[in-house]
């Protein structure tokens, strides 16, 4: 019998935010944005650990103050994978569960999806698994800001793109776009191969961090939900964030 995986969740957290600087010290109905993540993590009971990983002390001293755990970053990084792959390094794991720091709405079922699929017949071949939901609103479909993922017929990842793919030349056929929710699971030898290969065209065109994994020939596995997030990557994010919390308490 295999030993049960050392899974843990880390929180990227970088303060200037390039479309909203400071979002995760935001209020958010009496907590702050990154403390609610973290509690919502913490909450699954789905991991060994849960980390912040920061690069601002402003952030250090937040999850200091809600007794967390967090680890200060010694590097200037690029994105959260890098930031990631620094903190993990030294670290006895297995699976590592990014969890968006802007994203506080965390749905368990789908995260216990998102793991099994390291317990599945192709786990072997899975280097990082991470989540997709189907849309059907043109303006989502359109909108840059959403990731549009597209697979294969085992469920793994042939390409990312800001356009809407696939182009619907044939207007007669029916198909389903479906949104990258950028919460991933790394086999931790998959983010530490990232963290030492350099971005290629197609990352640097699209800008989207989990086509490096695809342009160096790693599998990634994605798994369906039906559960749409709240990301807050504006103001009007946020008092959404706020509109959902406040109808929840009210329920």
Same mark, same amino acid.
């Given at each position: 019998?295999?030993?049960?995986?050392?899974?843990?969740?880390?929180?990227?957290?970088?303060?200037?935010?390039?479309?909203?600087?400071?979002?995760?010290?935001?209020?958010? #109905?009496?907590?702050?944005?990154?403390?609610?993540?973290?509690?919502?993590?913490? $909450?699954?009971?789905?991991?060994?650990?849960?980390?912040?990983?920061?690069?601002?002390?402003?952030?250090?001293?937040?999850?200091?103050?809600?007794?967390?755990?967090?680890? +200060?970053?010694?590097?200037?990084? #690029?994105?959260?994978?890098?930031?990631?792959?620094?903190?993990?390094?030294?670290?006895?794991?297995?699976?590592?569960? $990014?969890?968006?720091?802007?994203?506080?709405?965390?749905?368990?079922? =789908?995260?216990?999806?998102?793991? $099994?699929?390291?317990?599945?017949?192709?786990?072997?071949?899975?280097?990082?698994?991470?989540?997709?939901?189907?849309?059907?609103?043109?303006?989502?479909?359109? $909108?840059?800001?959403?990731?549009?993922?597209?697979?294969?017929?085992?469920?793994?990842?042939?390409?990312? =793109?800001?356009?809407?793919?696939?182009?619907?030349?044939?207007?007669?056929?029916?198909?389903?776009?479906?949104? #990258?929710?950028?919460?991933?699971?790394?086999?931790?030898?998959?983010?530490?191969?990232?963290?030492?290969?350099?971005?290629?065209?197609?990352?640097?065109?699209?800008?989207?961090?989990?086509?490096?994994?695809?342009?160096?020939?790693?599998?990634?596995?994605?798994?369906?939900?039906?559960?749409?997030?709240?990301?807050?990557?504006?103001?009007?994010?946020?008092?959404?964030?706020?509109?959902?919390?406040? =109808?929840?308490?009210? +329920?």
């Amino acid at each position: 019998m295999s030993e049960p995986l050392k899974i843990i969740a880390m929180i990227p957290a970088r303060y200037e935010a390039q479309r909203f600087p400071g979002k995760l010290m935001e209020d958010l #109905h009496g907590k702050t944005v990154i403390q609610r993540t973290y509690e919502a993590a913490k $909450n699954t009971n789905l991991f060994q650990e849960v980390y912040v990983v920061t690069d601002s002390d402003k952030i250090m001293n937040e999850v200091a103050k809600f007794r967390g755990k967090a680890i +200060k970053s010694k590097k200037e990084h #690029h994105c959260g994978s890098d930031r990631l792959a620094e903190a993990v390094y030294d670290m006895d794991i297995d699976i590592v569960v $990014n969890v968006q720091g802007d994203e506080p709405f965390i749905d368990e079922n =789908s995260l216990i999806k998102l793991l $099994n699929v390291f317990a599945e017949d192709d786990a072997a071949s899975i280097d990082l698994a991470s989540l997709k939901v189907g849309i059907g609103d043109s303006d989502e479909i359109t $909108n840059p800001n959403n990731v549009k993922v597209i697979t294969d017929n085992r469920g793994f990842a042939l390409y990312f =793109s800001r356009f809407p793919v696939p182009y619907p030349r044939n207007t007669d056929t029916t198909v389903v776009y479906y949104k #990258h929710i950028g919460i991933y699971a790394f086999r931790k030898q998959a983010l530490l191969d990232f963290y030492n290969l350099p971005m290629l065209p197609l990352e640097d065109a699209e800008k989207i961090e989990c086509i490096r994994y695809l342009e160096y020939g790693k599998n990634i596995k994605m798994v369906e939900t039906d559960v749409q997030t709240i990301g807050i990557d504006t103001q009007e994010d946020l008092e959404k964030a706020r509109k959902y919390l406040k =109808s929840l308490e009210n +329920k």
